[in-house]
């Protein structure tokens, strides 16, 4: 069982940074595939990024590539969302996901992930 507490969110304009936090309680938690998906008000939650469990694979969504990474750090249990270059589209709640997925990329679909993060609120401001 893995518990996930995002951290990091807030107003800012666009063309800004932002990083989001993602604190995961567990031991194992170095065995999970970790990814963040984001909802907009009207719209579907939608993949943003992922990372392997193994730090190898890291897979993007093509409206964030090249703006926003993905790291952790296993050691204290944290992954973090840099997100630099912001848009008044990138606004919307920002969750944390994780799950034990060997795989060999990190899967885009929300059912993939089992343990969720309650959501981060980021707004741009134009």
């Known amino acids: 069982q893995v518990q996930l507490v995002e951290s990091g969110g807030g107003l800012v304009q666009a063309g800004g940074s932002l990083r989001l936090s993602c604190a995961a309680s567990?031991?194992?938690?170095?065995?999970?595939?970790v990814a963040w998906f984001r909802q907009a008000p009207g719209k579907e939650r939608e993949f943003v990024l992922g990372k392997t469990w193994n730090g190898r694979t890291t897979a993007y969504a093509d409206s964030v590539k090249g703006r926003f990474t993905i790291s952790r750090d296993n050691n204290k249990n944290t992954v973090y969302l840099q997100m630099n270059s912001l848009k008044p589209e990138d606004t919307a709640v920002y969750y944390c996901?994780?799950?034990?997925?060997?795989?060999?990329?990190?899967?885009?679909?929300?059912?993939?992930?089992?343990?969720w993060g309650q959501g981060t609120q980021v707004t741009v401001s134009s």
């Open positions: 567990g031991r194992t938690f170095s065995t999970y595939t």
């Open positions: 996901v994780a799950d034990r997925i060997q795989g060999m990329v990190p899967p885009t679909a929300p059912g993939a992930y089992d343990y």
